[in-house]
């Protein structure tokens, strides 16, 4: 029989701080209305004075192993996707390794932007898969409240920030991971960035997006990515309990739904009180949808991702 990375627990966590599309309109020359009708968010969450992403993907990994019952002895692996880091280096996973307790195993950060989350569902799958490992955490987490320029309302609109994580365990059945499908274009690079960086400028720099070019590719590569991982398990569209994509837009998520013809009622949307929290959004999404029962033992579940690189992936599980 072969071995799949199931997933046994999930967690989540928010930052208290909560700024609606109201207290921005007071700022910035837009409103609610605007903000609302282009990408479907209301409001987000953001880190606190001192709050790092390493503390927000620590309370998300705590409440990932306290539902599946199992404590940082038990972890063998540690995948941190995030493209706010809280220092250039070490890797803020070491630091979640630390506050959690583990001292075994290996923790490590992975950067794919908004695509972070299915590139780190990848590699752990692949490590547990390869039997290098039994146990992981995959985490999604980020700050980028740090990295907006808040006076461009193209972009700081956008974000929010916040921690997502699940447990993975190498078991014999056919429930887990069943496949999971990467890309990248490194020739796009410059429609979605950030305008700094230890090597090039010594500064951290800000979000810079060409929105309709964003859109533009996302759109299609996601299709294909969708597309890959139905016809890697001789699936079709009708075979899908949820999709649970990356919350960028609501036009992006609408998109990929209708090309699916799968009903709104399908679809994990978070995006309204989230905004896009990078690669923390999808196990953000996987987390919520599981603790209001949505999402049950052996729905099939996809996932899907575009971020800045371009990066972009799909994954499919059997929960």
């Known amino acids: 029989m072969s071995i799949r990375s199931k997933v046994i627990g999930c967690g ?3 930052p208290k701080r909560v700024l609606t599309n109201d207290e921005l309109a007071e700022r910035l ?6 903000i609302r009708q282009r990408t479907g968010i209301l409001q987000r969450h953001v880190a606190g ?5 390493s503390d927000l993907a620590t309370r998300a990994a705590e409440a990932a192993l306290a539902e599946a019952g199992f404590s940082a002895r038990d972890l063998d692996l540690i995948v941190l996707g995030t493209s706010t880091p809280d220092l250039t280096f070490p890797a ?7 506050n959690l307790g583990m001292t075994r195993g290996a923790a490590f950060d992975l950067q794919a932007v908004c695509s972070g989350f299915v590139y780190a569902l990848a590699v752990a799958d692949n490590f547990l898969k390869a039997g290098q490992a039994q146990t992981a955490l995959v985490i999604g987490a980020e700050t980028f409240s740090r990295i907006l320029d808040w006076e ?6 956008l974000f929010g920030d916040g921690a ?21 274009d490194g020739r796009q690079y410059k429609l979605l960035y950030v305008d700094g960086g230890p090597s090039e400028t010594g500064t951290v720099g800000h979000v810079r997006m060409h929105g309709r070019e964003v859109f533009r590719h996302a759109v299609a590569n996601l299709a294909d990515a969708i597309d890959a991982a139905l016809a890697a398990n001789c699936l079709t569209p009708a075979d899908i309990d949820w999709l649970v994509p990356h919350q960028a837009n609501q036009r992006i998520i609408d998109s990929m739904a209708d090309r699916l013809n799968l009903p709104t009622e399908k679809v994990v949307t978070t995006i309204d009180r989230h905004a896009n929290t990078s690669a923390a959004s999808i196990p953000l999404a996987l987390a919520e949808a599981q603790a209001d029962g949505r999402i049950k033992p052996g729905h099939l579940v996809l996932v899907e991702a575009m971020g800045g690189g371009f990066t972009w992936g799909s994954g499919l599980i059997r929960w």
């Open 29 to 34: 020359e837009t409103s609610n209305e605007w």
């Open 164 to 184: 997502g994580a699940i447990l993975l365990q190498a078991t014999p059945g056919e429930r887990g991971v069943l496949s999971t499908h990467l890309y990248s």
């Open 49 to 53: 004075e001192g709050e790092l992403t």
């Open 12 to 14: 989540a966590y928010l």
């Open 92 to 98: 803020t996973a070491t630091r979640v390794q630390a």
């Open 152 to 157: 461009d309302r193209s972009t700081c609109v």
